[in-house]
């Protein structure tokens, strides 16, 4: 049996890995394939495809776009892309603008609350091109500004805490558009973390691909719910461990292995379109 994940985060969006690190790690679980999907970005993929070659490891480039749809936030990975494609990078740059904004306001109200972190101390240590929250939790705590990451987000940065801001995201629909334009897949991500279920039927008919059955998050009711969902709308099924590296306690990759073959169903599915 070979087995695969196909959600992992490195130190390009919020993940603490490099993708040597992240490759080295998917070499140990003896991984036969993974696939990259940082944030907003697919910076990480070309580091990460080289290490994969070198570790004998199937590499897929891909992304992870935050949207939206009826006002429910919804989460598309996306498979395949062509790491080269101009508008879709045009895009993911924006999208990483808007990242950066946020995390000046969010720095701006943490301020008004008399907590003296800086934007540039946040971007010093996120040290990439698509920062998050994440970010300016490790930063609070750099700055022992708070206890833990969890003390971080519960105080201040969870929806509701008087530093969070909303962030800007797509349609669901236009960033299907956005992924097919740029020759991958689009895969609903960790469908049992967003109030999904009332809009996939609409995402479905958006050209939806796949839905991300397996999932830490993602207990045997979750798994059965959403095979089933997948056999009626004719959907892939894919799974990954979402692994952020250190940033959320203990490494997660090895923890949700994808069996190959439905890797080799996106093949079969992305050759036939
Ligand atoms: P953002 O994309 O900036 O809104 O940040 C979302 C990221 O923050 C996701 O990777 C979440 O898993 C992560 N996150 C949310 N709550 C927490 C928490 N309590 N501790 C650590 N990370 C969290
Ligand atoms: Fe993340
Ligand atoms: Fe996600
Ligand atoms: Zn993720």
Known sequence: MSFADLHL??????????????????????????????????????????????????????????????????????????????????????????????IREMCAKLNDLGIGLQADEVFQLASCHSPGRPHVARALVAGKHCRSLDVAFDRFLKKGRPAFVPKFKMSAPRDIELIHQAGGLAVMAHPALNETDAIIPAIVEAGLDGIEVFHTKHGPGANKRYMDLAKKFNLLVTGGSDCHGMSKGRPLIGTVKLDYSYVEKMKERRAAK
């Open 9 to 102: 985060h490195t130190k390009f969006s919020d993940g603490t890995y490099t993708p040597e690190e992240l490759v080295a790690q998917a070499q140990f679980h003896k991984l036969a394939a993974i696939a990259l999907t940082d944030h907003d970005t697919v910076e990480g993929c070309a580091r990460a495809a080289a290490a994969c070659a070198d570790a004998g490891i199937e590499f897929i480039p891909g992304s992870e776009l935050t949207s939206e749809h009826d006002g429910v936030e919804v989460h598309i990975l996306a498979y395949f892309v062509d790491m080269t494609n101009a508008s879709f990078l045009a895009e993911v740059a924006k999208f990483q603008a808007v990242r950066q904004n946020r």
